[in-house]
């Protein structure tokens, strides 16, 4: 494999470390303040408000954002091009919405399979700065893999459903499916910002689009439940932010080395194996982690051997 590849795999396993961390946090926050939405943005509010900071102080940055904004005045870069953050918000909306009637487990397993599913498309438009990805039955089998490794791992968990919305069950399993479809273009289209002006004025893009997208979704909750009554003091709580900066920015520049699938396997394959790490230190290791995490590796490597082939031949 090239080393740039090779590069990309690493950038993928270390977002989906990052996932990891980032969820049990907000997890924590939103348990605290009994409404994840808020947490959601809580989060993404202390992301943008560190990648503001960094737009003070860097003049590459905002160099950058310029770039941007003269690509897409000459049309190289689509005004769609820069709602990526509107599918992140619509993740976190989707897990409030669903997950108390669904359960963790099934919300997970919609999310991957629409993910990885979707991956395969977005590469074979060329949607992503890679350029186009023929769907090949490697890389078929490495969605397929991975999207067994997740019900694997999520088979050992207790997470059932605790509510009764009324709501028809497909609906609520295709509100997660569909967040997972998101996760893949604004992987690709924040790649293609990226690609113009760099991982961080992408990110600071996609941060600022979620935030409005999830401050319009709190209006509603707000109008149903009321603000939370406390928030909590432990630091480490508001720290969700800081790593989906560096998680956005990884998946900015990794996305256009890989392509769409092999970032969505990889990242998967990193929250699994920081989830068995985490549970490792709890003294919670279970064998069904183990081999989770030893298919969806499996499907890395069978999705990697697939080489990026152009759809029309190139002209001499």
Partial sequence: MHGRNGLGLVFGFCIGAGVAVQGRINGALGAELGDGVAAATISFGTGLVVLLCALAASPAMRSGLRRVRSAVVAGRVRPWQLLGGLCGAFFVASQGLTIAAIGVTAFTVAVVAGQLFSSLAVDRLGIAPNGRTRITPLRLAGAVLGIAGVVLSAGGTTTAA????????????????????????????????????????????????????????????????????????????????????????LAALAVGMIGVLLLGLTSVAGQLVAAMLLDAAAGRLSPTAVASCAIVLAAVVVASRTARTADYPRKT
């Fill in 162 to 249: 605790t509510i009764d919305t009324g709501v028809s069950d497909f609906l609520l399993i295709a509100l997660p499916a569909l967040a997972g479809i998101g996760l893949a273009w604004q992987q690709a289209v924040n790649g293609r910002v990226g690609a113009v002006g760099g991982p961080f004025p992408a990110t600071l893009i996609n941060f600022l689009v979620g935030l409005l997208a999830l401050c319009l979704f709190d209006v509603y909750t707000m109008a149903t439940s009321g603000l939370p009554t406390e928030f909590p003091t432990d630091p480490w709580l508001y720290l969700g932010g800081v790593i989906g900066v560096g998680s956005i920015a």
